[in-house]
Antibody
């Protein structure tokens, strides 16, 4: 069964770039019908979708963050990555990677990684 | 963006109670609605997709219904392991958006 695991720094300075990697195990990241996703959750608050990348390398980003977010995939390592630039304290959150599953016409997120807390502070 | 509004924000219930959580979309989303359960310190887990289809392995006491703008998640007989937060999410258009969550607590 597919499992996802986030990794990356837990502390980032304001104005710098937040970089996280998600390693996929138990299945190939190149499998069609999947959208490799990043979602964050501010402390005690709702979930916010950041974006995803499909097996063709096509990306979709949340318009609210579009100019700041970049998602890429490394099929040789079965990993995908998130970069969020010019971070502020408002970007402090738990960041999750998740597999977006497409069974036409429906999509959902399953499974999710365990999440990683990123704090933006000097 | 489509706004998803859940009610109530929290509820207290006893073991064995029937619990209902509602989710309303700011525009019609047909049946493009998913439900997740999140326990403290854990990632969300998929319960129901396409408004009413139970994810494999999820107990049958969970059910979902609705179409258009109004949806419901029902737990027919609340169990100790069901105390958690529940989120709805629309997949009708990008960006996918989530409700603010409903926290189910022990009475």
């Amino acid at each position: 069964q597919v499992q996802l695991q986030e990794s990356g720094p837990g502390l980032v300075k304001p104005s710098q770039t937040l970089s996280l990697t998600c390693t996929v195990s138990g299945g190939s990241i190149s499998t069609g019908g999947h959208y490799w996703s990043w979602i964050r959750q501010h402390p005690g608050k709702a979930l916010e979708w950041l974006g995803y990348i499909n097996n063709s390398g096509t990306t979709y980003y949340n318009p609210s963050l579009k100019s700041l977010v970049s998602i890429s995939v490394d099929t040789s390592k079965n990993q995908f990555s998130l970069e969020l630039s010019s971070v502020t304290a408002a970007d402090t959150a738990v960041y999750y990677c998740a597999r977006g599953r497409l069974v036409r016409p429906h999509k959902w997120f399953d499974p999710w990684g365990q999440g990683t807390l990123v704090i933006v502070s000097s | 963006d489509i706004q998803m509004t859940q009610s109530p924000a929290s509820l207290s219930a006893s073991i064995g109670d029937r619990v209902t959580i509602t989710c309303r979309a700011s525009q019609t989303i047909s049946s493009y609605l998913n439900w997740y359960q999140q326990k403290p310190g854990k990632a969300p887990q998929l319960l129901i997709y396409a408004a009413s289809t139970l994810q494999s392995g999820v107990p049958s006491r969970f059910s979902g219904s609705g179409s258009g703008t109004d949806f419901t998640l029902t737990i027919s007989s609340l169990q100790p392991e069901d105390f958690a937060a529940y989120y709805c999410q629309q997949s009708y258009i990008i960006p996918p958006t989530f409700g603010q969550g409903t926290k189910v607590e022990i009475k």
